[in-house]
């Protein structure tokens, strides 16, 4: 009676507790108390083996206790709960009528349901923290599969390594289960469900459930079974649970290795536990045994703690791993199972304010990385892991933040291999809360288990893995005590990784190892190092980098390459997180794609699901892993090796090693070229570089005795890999830079003028000038080029006129949202271009004929005039003058001007920085000659914006194939950029496919552009930093345009 009175007690008490405000009985995915049923507890990743050989394949698949269940499943999509069916698990429910989905997949990009993209905020209404019923898609998964009959006898578990966002599991018609935390494995113990022959898995997934609410993080919003599906055996006496401790000894010379664990036993009785750890030559360092007496249930161990002397540390810099095999032996010495497991040797501390990685303050260059593929949404493939991982290497990419959830176990394993350091980060953002101290999640007693239980199963699942040297509880969750509960058991269970929460160092609580910032300015970022110098700091996002963006680069990697606690940052974020979809009908003729990459809002949304536009579209690659600009830009200022100018005259400079631990000698060649007028006239290889990691050495070049004062001249060292690799070609470029020589000067080669006359006609409305070779109309009331012919080929269609604008780009837009403009006027500038000539002027002059067009830029209440110089050879020099009214205006996006340019001159050439495109706080590419087409330069961003700009440039030139067209010549300097659609077409397009070539170029000859910034993408952070804008004030400058025919085929001079 006492042990009946005892259970109806304690289902009284359960049930209780799934009793709603309204009296509705909860179910496990609307219920915060209930996480799992019959879920095991978490443990690190493992497979077993059945002997030494087979585990050192090290592939789940070639153990004999693993079979994958990936592949297709038999699939049936439902809009809520109440419409699903109900009895789909049974062994004998008909589904032959049901579709077939691939798994792992997400069942949206298989066509059922509706793919959501938010950046923050909830996809349904956050009412009284309850999952959705009306509208909560539910999807049904059925699959067969048979076991080895070698299993007999043995444990058997299945796994889901990802499942959004919680789901029951049934086999063969029983209820096994209920997980919840996307994220992290969902594995249950299925022994006593099997049956000889075929078995029958059954898989209820909930699109959205009470753990929903802590998964608001800012990507798409898919569901279902996205990551690996696995069934694995163990023996009946199995190492459950291991933790590696692989650290080094106070010298950082010798490894320390202990292990801990526990064994999971069906019955009493002996074992023994053996361990061998060889390196890379399989020489065995470490080998022991230890007897185990088991219980029936968990057993504990803990080895002692031995030291490998002399060990190989890992670091990101050569990631030395060693080969742990754990072997459970029975008491007679037969081979219950063999566990590898990879090991590395290498320590993290945190002394004197700084972050040590083997007595090392490592710079983490690191980048944000959601997992994305644009074709399969969440789920990742290893070939997509390790694509990311060669294009980290060869642009100097050291560190990943794993934003903001665990990533999928092979991940962690490549890093380790290839050296990447990792911030680990918790399946936890409740961003639609709000980020202050009251955040309702953070501070509410009753989801404090929901907090531990996924940053535990993290821990748990990761912690053996060398390359993680962070742990992070989430992101964007305000703060509280469940905060400080995550930090307390971290800490207790790791002390080996500080801890890492950037909402905790904002709001002050203090639960945090590191100092972590997002998208503090340079400013800001200087004064919390200032006032926090005994903490290291680090910016966990920053340079926003969605479309042309990544400006200010520079102001940052000063601040991290001084001697501070600022030890890097990570770039929001790494790729654009577009879905892959056919070209509408009606844009296919016109489009060389059949293909483009939808953002937020492309499909149809019948249930009222707002979304967050392209705002998923920030990443230093396209969708389809294609470089944007930044990403070059990023490489430059994360390059390993700097060189200093001490005495540019004398060939005097100093190369600086910034790698953490190698030498150069071990890492890169270099050489040097010296460039006059833009082409290189003698280059030589540098000597051996025997430089330690974070030391310098001078170095000295061998000048030419005379160089011309009436040339210009530029030294450009180059560095490339010593030795190549799967991801880096021998002699890849790491690292560059170049110096101007102050004593030179750029000056145009001119050829005579011709002594041709020039006649001038006009009339009321034109001024006609015309030479032997060329004839150019102007049109008076406009003072605008009418068009301009050179040798009977028309060359200019309209221009020069005055313009002050660009194409917005997604920061211009991001920082004139209305509620938080910092400058109500900076729209004003797109029509500052509308001319209102008030005199136009011709005089003839022994040079040729000039003329003066003044007038108002109504506006922006400005005055401006435009000179046109024309020589007998047909050259036009203009001048423009600028002069403001309204000296309130905000920042100038643009100051120059706009020409039509026969669409045949598409190909380009310029002397100038290059190839990639530069704006005054993005411009650190190279000054040389490069060429290349208007399609070329065009840079395919995700929604249409201003790009593709050349600034620095002293001249460029557009042609057709056969060499004829213009050159343009800066006084000194220039900026250009040429395109086929027009500011206007492409302010109005969403896609690239929708834009439409037009009859003629559209071509930029300016003074220059505002920076493009990037600190943010809104608010006032958006814009370019104070001292790159262009500031409504007076501006000159000159160019001249010259014309060129095929029969004097370009000289690039």
């Not at 919390?528 to 910016?539: F, G, K, Q, S, V």
């Not at 509620?819 to 011709?842: C, H, R, Y």
Request: glycine fraction near 8%.
């Amino acid at each position: 009676m006492r042990k009946r009175a005892l259970y109806y007690t304690l289902f009284v008490v359960l049930h209780l507790t799934c009793i709603s405000v309204y009296g509705q009985v909860r179910p496990e995915w609307d219920n915060v108390h209930v996480l799992q049923v019959n879920r095991e507890r978490p443990h690190a990743s493992m497979m077993v083996y059945e002997n030494d050989e087979q585990a050192l394949k090290l592939t789940k698949k070639g153990s004999s206790f693993y079979v994958s269940l990936n592949g297709d499943w038999k699939f049936n999509w439902s809009r809520n709960p109440a419409s699903r069916p109900v009895g789909f698990y049974k062994t004998d429910f008909k589904d032959s009528h049901w579709t077939t989905l691939s798994v792992p997949s997400n069942w949206e990009m298989g066509g059922h349901g509706l793919p959501i993209y938010k950046n923050s905020g909830y996809p349904f209404e956050k009412k009284d923290l309850r999952a959705p019923r009306e509208w909560n898609p539910v999807g049904s998964y059925r699959k067969s599969f048979t076991l080895p009959e070698k299993w007999q006898g043995r444990r058997v578990y299945i796994n889901f390594d990802g499942v959004q966002s919680a789901f029951y599991l049934w086999i063969n018609g029983k209820k096994v289960g209920y997980s919840q935390g996307s994220r992290t494995p969902g594995e249950f113990d299925i022994t006593n469900y099997l049956k000889k022959g075929s078995n029958l898995v059954a898989v209820e997934v909930y699109r959205w459930s009470d753990g929903s609410y802590l998964e608001d993080q800012d990507f798409w919003r898919l569901s279902g079974i996205f990551r690996d599906v696995y069934v694995w055996s163990v023996p009946q006496a199995h190492v459950r649970d291991f933790a590696v401790t692989s650290s080094l000894d106070e010298s950082l010379q010798h490894g320390v290795f202990q292990l801990r664990g526990e064994v999971q036993s069906k019955k009493s009785g002996a074992a023994i536990l053996k361990a061998l750890i060889q390196d890379q030559t399989k020489t065995t360092v470490l080998e022991f045994s230890q007897d185990l007496k088991l219980k029936k249930g968990i057993n504990s161990f803990a080895t002692e703690s031995f030291t490998l002397k002399n060990i190989h540390p890992w670091h990101g810099e050569s990631p030395y791993l060693y080969q742990l095999l754990l072997t459970l032996q029975d008491e007679k010495g037969n081979v219950l199972e063999v566990i590898p497991q990879k090991v590395g040797f290498r320590k993290v501390e945190i002394k004197k304010g700084r972050l040590l990685v083997n007595g090392v303050a490592v710079l983490l260059k690191g980048v944000n990385r959601h997992e994305h593929d644009p074709e399969t949404g969440h789920y990742v493939t290893r070939e997509d892991m390790l694509a990311d991982i060669a294009l980290m290497k060869q642009y100097n990419i050291n560190a990943v933040r794993t934003c903001h959830y665990p990533n999928a176990p092979e991940w962690y394993d490549l890093c380790d291999e290839h050296g990447i350091y990792l911030i680990d980060e918790g399946n936890i953002e409740t961003h639609g809360f709000g980020r202050k101290k009251d955040n309702r999640l953070s501070n509410h007693p009753d989801w404090k288990e929901a907090y531990l239980d996924r940053v535990q199963r993290m821990v748990y699942r990761d912690r053996n893995h060398p390359s993680i040297i962070i742990w992070s509880m989430g992101n964007e969750s305000g703060d509280g005590p469940n905060v400080g509960a995550t930090y307390e058991w971290v800490k207790e269970t790791d002390p080996s990784r500080p801890f890492h929460y950037e909402n905790t160092t904002l709001n002050g609580y203090g639960t945090a190892d590191i100092y972590s910032r997002m998208y503090a300015s340079p400013e800001e970022t200087g004064a919390i190092i200032r006032e926090n110098p005994d903490m290291p700091y680090i910016l966990c996002e920053y340079t926003h980098a969605m479309g042309n963006s990544n400006g200010n680069l520079k102001e940052y990697w000063d601040m991290i390459y001084a001697d501070n606690p600022f030890q890097g940052a990570f770039v929001w974020d790494w790729m654009d997180q577009g879905l892959k979809q056919p070209v509408p009908e009606k844009f296919r003729k016109t489009y060389s794609k059949d293909h483009f990459y939808a953002y937020g809002g492309w499909w149809e949304n019948a249930v009222g699901v707002s979304h967050d536009d392209n705002f998923c579209m920030n990443g230093l690659l396209a969708a389809d892993r294609t470089p944007h600009p930044g990403l070059y830009a990023l490489k430059y200022f994360h390059r390993n090796v700097h060189v200093e100018a001490i005495d540019i005259e004398k060939g005097r400079f100093r190369i600086m090693n910034w790698f953490d631990f190698t030498n150069l000698r071990d890492k890169v060649t270099g050489k040097w070229s010296l460039l006059e007028n833009g082409k290189v006239i003698k280059e030589e290889n540098i000597p051996a570089l025997d430089i330690p990691a974070r030391s310098g050495q001078e170095f000295t070049i061998n000048l030419p005795l005379e160089m011309n004062s009436e040339r210009e001249y530029h030294v450009t060292f180059s560095f490339y890999t010593k030795n190549g690799n799967q991801f880096v070609e021998k002699g890849h470029e790491v690292a560059w830079d170049q110096f101007k020589f102050p004593s030179g000067k750029y000056y145009r080669d001119r050829s005579e003028t011709p002594a041709d006359p020039i006649t001038v006609r006009q009339s009321r409305r034109a001024a006609y000038v015309k030479g032997e070779r060329f004839a150019a109309m102007f049109n008076k009331h406009t003072g605008i080029l009418e068009n301009y012919y050179f040798d009977n080929q028309l060359l200019i269609e309209r221009g020069p006129a005055p313009d002050f604008w660009r194409a917005p780009t997604d920061n211009d837009r991001g920082g004139a949202d209305k509620k938080e403009d910092q400058f109500p006027g900076l729209w004003a500038w797109k029509e500052a271009g509308s001319w209102l000539v008030t005199d136009f002027k011709i005089e003839k002059n022994p040079k040729g004929v000039v003329l003066v067009s003044e007038g108002k830029l109504p506006a922006v209440g400005a005055t401006f005039s435009l000179t046109y110089q024309i020589n007998t050879a047909g050259e036009i020099t203009v001048k423009f003058d600028y002069q403001p009214g309204d000296s309130n205006l905000p920042m100038m996006p643009r100051v120059g001007t706009e020409l039509l340019i026969n669409k045949t001159l598409d190909q380009v050439a310029w002397y100038g920085p290059g190839p990639n495109p530069t704006y005054i706080d993005r411009n650190m590419e190279r000054v040389g000659i490069y060429q290349a087409t208007v399609d070329d330069i065009w840079i395919d961003y995700s929604e249409p914006q201003e790009n593709g700009y050349k600034t620095g440039t002293r001249w460029f030139s557009l042609t057709n194939r056969e060499g004829a067209g213009l050159k343009v010549y800066g006084d000194p300097l220039i900026a250009f950029g040429v395109n086929h659609y027009g500011k206007e077409m492409i302010e109005q397009c969403r896609y690239d496919f929708q834009l439409m070539k037009q009859p003629y170029l559209f071509l930029n000859i300016d003074l220059g552009q505002s920076g493009v910034g990037g600190t943010t993408s809104w608010g006032k952070k958006s814009y370019p930093r104070d001292e790159y804008r262009l500031k409504n004030q007076g501006y000159q400058y000159t160019y001249t345009i010259a014309p060129v025919s095929s029969k004097n085929v370009l000289s690039l001079k």
